[in-house]
């Protein structure tokens, strides 16, 4: 069965304060790993996909990377405006495009 | 472009009363998805369609049907609503089965069953 873990649960930074967000994924062939951002009430937003280790992908102020058993979400100089609830997910070989998502990890960003 | 548009938008139930979702996109997609998202629970998939004509169980199906009779429209049914039906329905799409796709979204669909 695969399994997605995101932590931290929830995440409180001040503005310009760099962190990361980790995603850490069980899956038997990995097709892709997927980060969205959920602003509240609204449906999830794309931001990224990962295939393989060692690829990285950057968004403005958004770095995600993958390793062969976990992924991070570097958020540099955050503002309030990256205050959000990001979402791992991931997609296995073979599967119907069915994405297991993780719980998320709820960001705010004070100024 | 519309994207994916999902109604109503906000529904209060009693407990044995029917509805239905209806999810509507205007992108072609073929693949297209029903989730619930639970406080705690993450984003689970209910059921989903790889084509016009078909639909399939995903994670948590029990308690709910599905229909996909045009290729732009996925319908989910609560045939007896129940209190742990009490959700937010999100309704995905994506083009087809290839990892370079991506699901869009819709705004989703707050149903509550008191």
């Known amino acids: 069965e695969d399994q997605v873990t995101q932590s931290p649960e929830a995440l409180r930074l001040q503005e310009g304060e760099s962190s990361s967000l980790n995603c850490s994924y069980t899956v038997s062939g990995l097709r892709g790993l997927f980060w969205y951002r959920q602003d509240p009430g609204k449906g999830p937003e794309f931001l990224f996909t990962?295939?393989?280790a060692g690829e990285e992908k950057e968004k403005e102020r958004l770095k995600a990377t993958l390793t062969k058993k976990e992924s991070f979400l570097h958020i540099t100089a955050p503002k309030p405006e990256d205050s959000a609830t990001y979402l791992c997910?991931?997609?296995?070989?073979?599967?119907?495009?069915?994405?297991?998502f993780g719980k998320g990890t709820l960001l705010t960003v004070n100024p | 472009n519309a994207g994916v548009t999902q109604t109503p938008k906000f529904r209060v139930l009693k407990t044995g009363q029917s509805m239905t979702l209806l999810c509507a996109q205007d992108?072609?997609?073929?693949?297209m998805y029903w989730y619930r998202q639970d406080p705690g629970m993450g984003l689970r998939l209910i059921h989903y369609s790889v084509g016009e004509g078909t639909t399939a169980k995903g994670e948590v199906p029990d308690g709910y049907n599905v229909s996909r009779l045009k290729k732009q429209n996925f319908l989910l049914g609560l045939e007896s609503a129940a209190p742990s039906q009490t959700s937010v329905y999100f309704c995905?799409?994506?083009?087809?089965?290839?990892?370079?796709?991506?699901?869009?979204f819709g705004a989703g669909s707050r149903l509550t069953v008191l």
């Open positions: 995905a799409s994506t083009k087809s089965g290839t990892g370079a796709n991506v699901l869009t």
């Open positions: 990962l295939y393989s």
């Open positions: 992108m072609n997609h073929e693949y």
């Open positions: 997910a991931v997609l296995r070989k073979g599967s119907n495009y069915k994405l297991t």
